[in-house]
């Protein structure tokens, strides 16, 4: 059998990372114009969620059900800061 080299790093792994300055906002709650322009911007026409209803329907509805959605990202944003604790 023969020996192995070490294989050489021709680079520095360092410049090949990138500093994410911008993620330092992930874990804010979700504003309700982010939560309206996402609403706003799907696609009407695809096949319906797992509850059954498309986009359509949402954006049809969403006078009457967006305080319901305001809550729901609530509550998802609290349980996730939970379970980080």
Same mark, same amino acid.
């Given at each position: 059998?023969?020996e %192995?080299? %070490? ?10 990372? $990138?500093? @994410?300055?911008? #993620?330092?906002?992930?874990? $804010?709650?979700?504003t309700?114009?982010?939560?309206? $322009?996402?609403?706003?911007?799907? /696609?009407?026409?695809? @096949?319906?969620? /797992?509850?059954?209803?498309? &986009? ?15 809550? #729901? ?6 349980? $996730? %800061? &939970?379970?980080?604790?």
């Amino acid at each position: 059998m023969g020996e %192995s080299d %070490s294989p050489q790093m021709l680079y520095n792994l360092g410049d090949l990372i $990138q500093p @994410a300055n911008f #993620l330092h906002n992930l874990d $804010q709650p979700f504003t309700r114009d982010e939560i309206d $322009q996402v609403i706003k911007e799907m /696609p009407g026409d695809k @096949a319906p969620g /797992p509850y059954g209803f498309n &986009a359509k329907f949402i954006k049809k509805c969403w006078n009457i059900i967006k305080e319901d959605f305001y809550q #729901l990202f609530r509550i998802f944003i609290m349980v $996730q %800061s &939970a379970c980080r604790q």
